[in-house]
């Protein structure tokens, strides 16, 4: 009697394993659309205002727009124009100039920042630092404040007249130009130097503290120096940081926009077409001519990829 119950419950599908059997395929199939789920807010957002982006400026870089009559009232047509727009923006000399500029400003000033915000992060980071938070928190604080701000703002260091730097070198003699043509990159440089060595530095800071206190605590009973530790154990240990940092500052270097697009306006050296971005932009709003500037920021992209992949080959290969 016993047995035949428990066939006929077997047969039922009401065992509690029949049932976690049922049960089992469901909940996984709820587990498994969970992420995408959550996900999906984010990958709508990221397609819609990034990869869609991307591949519109892409289809526009391979298109012409030709208007027929005096002002278009023709017609406007559409057609594929193959690597034309490319042509036409590597046949500017002002656009592969400024190429060129951005070579020599990512060749002095990547180095610089890459160095300075790893000292910064040394120091912070040593045992004899006095109040690592507060300066953490001061050396990063720049890099809250816009670029066209930040801009402005060291504007008033720079014009003559407004800078009292150049009014106290002029009282010994000294002539200061920060706006000249031989010096203005440079000044450029000093603004995205002030801004974002904060950032890379915390980005080395992270990077630090998950060094084991062994390590350290084992250098010093061997008799090492802060010098030593600095270059024995924490260089080389903080070395995905130092890659990840340059590689943000090369990516970084060839998107420079808003400094020479501000002090453009007091300084006569800077043209619409000083950097890469900048000629871009004045192509696209001040020449009407969308296509070959959706090509010049195509290759501004590749170049950017490039020499990041290039980088980090040359990083890979060092350290294996």
Not at 211 to 233: F, K, N
Not at 279 to 303: E, G, H, K, P, R
Request: proline share 5%; glycine share 6%; net charge positive.
């Amino acid at each position: 009697m016993t047995t035949t119950h428990q066939s006929t419950r077997q047969q039922a599908g009401t065992t509690p394993q029949g049932n976690d059997y049922k049960r089992v395929p469901r909940r996984s199939r709820a587990q498994a659309r969970a992420p995408w789920i959550l996900l999906a807010p984010f990958l709508a957002l990221f397609l819609l205002t990034f990869i869609l982006p991307i591949l519109v400026a892409i289809a526009s870089s391979f298109t012409k727009v030709t208007r027929s009559g005096l002002f278009g009232e023709a017609g406007v047509k559409s057609e594929f124009a193959w690597f034309s727009n490319y042509a036409q923006a590597l046949s500017d000399g002002n656009f592969v100039a400024s190429i060129g500029r951005m070579f020599l400003f990512g060749i002095v000033q990547v180095p610089v920042m890459i160095a300075l915000c790893t000292v910064l992060a040394l120091m912070l980071e040593s045992v004899s630092a006095k109040w690592p938070g507060f300066f953490r928190a001061a050396y990063f604080l720049p890099y809250g404040v816009p670029g066209v701000i930040a801009t402005i703002l060291w504007s008033f260091l720079y014009v003559p007249g407004l800078s009292p730097l150049i009014d106290i070198a002029g009282m010994f003699g000294l002539e200061l130009d920060f706006l000249g043509p031989n010096a203005v990159l440079w000044s450029i440089a000093n603004i995205v130097l002030w801004s974002y060595a904060g950032y890379n530095m915390l980005i080395i800071v992270a990077q630090l503290k998950t060094i084991p206190v062994e390590l350290y605590e084992a250098a010093r009973v061997d008799g090492a120096t802060t010098w030593r530790i600095a270059r024995s154990i924490q260089l080389p240990l903080i070395k995905p940081a130092l890659v990840l940092t340059t590689v943000f500052s090369i990516i970084g270097t060839l998107q420079l926009f808003a400094e020479a697009q501000v002090l453009k306006t007091v300084a006569p050296s800077i043209d619409s077409q000083y950097t890469p971005n900048l000629s871009a932009y004045s192509t696209a709003f001040a020449y009407n001519d969308y296509n070959v500037a959706a090509a010049q920021a195509v290759l501004i992209a590749t170049v950017a990829f490039i020499l990041s992949f290039v980088f980090l080959k040359i990083s890979n290969r060092k350290s294996s």
